[in-house]
């Protein structure tokens, strides 16, 4: 199937991660958006950017990559910004509050579902944030990619559940696990499979790689060791390519095959919009 007619909205925040000697362009969903265009599907994104020079920067990085941005509101609050701390290439976030993708309000109107939507828990943290995603929800789109990532103050247990039960895919960390399987009082990944009707459960586990899980039965994945220059934006390396191999059906254990070497390969680049390997890139092609 030609990958020009799917359509992948992702809802979420866009923001300026900030480090000690650099700022840098990312955001869950919007690292994600760029995985999945670099495979070659349409991308279009629901979200806020400030009418600041952050905001202006974020939308030349969305026209030269291609990425929709016609949902992406234009606020009176500042861009988001994030402060990164790194200890050994593994990152540790502050999220700044009172920032335009606080207020994602657009609802956007849609000729048919889309065949994707992708959500997290950190654009759930603004109210006015629920009644946008909810609109996206009820057009019932095949698949719906919940990427847990869990940030300290932007996320509750109702937010995670909410996530959950809206979800045909679920992808998230060994910590968040851990975190998610209290929240949702299961003991297994099969019992949250079957709890709520996901077509698939993704664990990732940092070097030591992957596990995806679908009714009935479960796979696993390592990849290479790699040397880690800079962790973030990996987990959303892998969440594109896991999110391409759902549009295409791929075969579970090619997709967390897949997936796995795409995040091993972002882990070696500096920032989270480094390219996909070409192996990757060439199962799609």
Not at 207 to 224: E, M, T, Y
Not at 245 to 266: E, F, I, K, R
Request: proline share 7%; with cysteine.
């Amino acid at each position: 199937m030609d990958k020009a007619n799917f359509t992948s909205i992702v809802f979420g925040e866009i923001l300026y991660d900030c480090f000690p000697d650099r700022t840098c362009l990312g955001g869950a969903s919007l690292n994600f958006a760029w995985n999945l265009r670099q495979l070659g599907f349409p991308v279009a994104m629901v979200s806020a950017v400030g009418r600041d020079e952050l905001g202006q920067q974020a939308r030349g990085f969305l026209r030269r990559a291609d990425i929709d941005q016609q949902w992406v509101a234009d606020r009176p609050e500042p861009t988001g910004t994030v402060d990164v701390l790194l200890d050994d290439g593994q990152p540790s976030y502050t999220i700044c509050t009172g920032v335009a993708w606080d207020c994602i309000e657009t609802k956007p109107a849609l000729d048919q579902p889309p065949d994707l939507i992708y959500y997290g828990t950190a654009a759930q943290r603004s109210p006015a944030n629920r009644p946008g995603l909810e609109h996206l929800l009820a057009a019932k789109p095949r698949h719906r990619l919940f990427d847990v990532n869990l940030r300290k103050d932007c996320y509750t247990p109702q937010t995670v559940l909410f996530g959950l039960e809206a979800a045909t895919i679920v992808k998230l960390n060994d910590e968040e696990w851990e975190a998610v399987r209290d929240i949702a009082a299961v003991a297994a990944p099969a019992d949250l499979i079957t709890r709520y009707a996901l077509d698939c459960l993704a664990i990732t586990f940092g070097g030591d790689g992957a596990q995806l899980h679908i009714p009935g039965a479960s796979f696993a994945a390592r990849p290479a060791p790699a040397s880690v220059v800079d962790a973030v934006g990996a987990g959303d390396a892998f969440s594109g390519v896991l999110a391409a191999s759902a549009l295409l059906g791929t075969d579970p254990q090619q997709a967390l095959d897949l997936a796995c070497a795409a995040g091993a390969s972002a882990v070696q680049h500096r920032g989270a919009h480094c390219p996909l390997p070409e192996s990757v890139k060439a199962a799609f092609a």
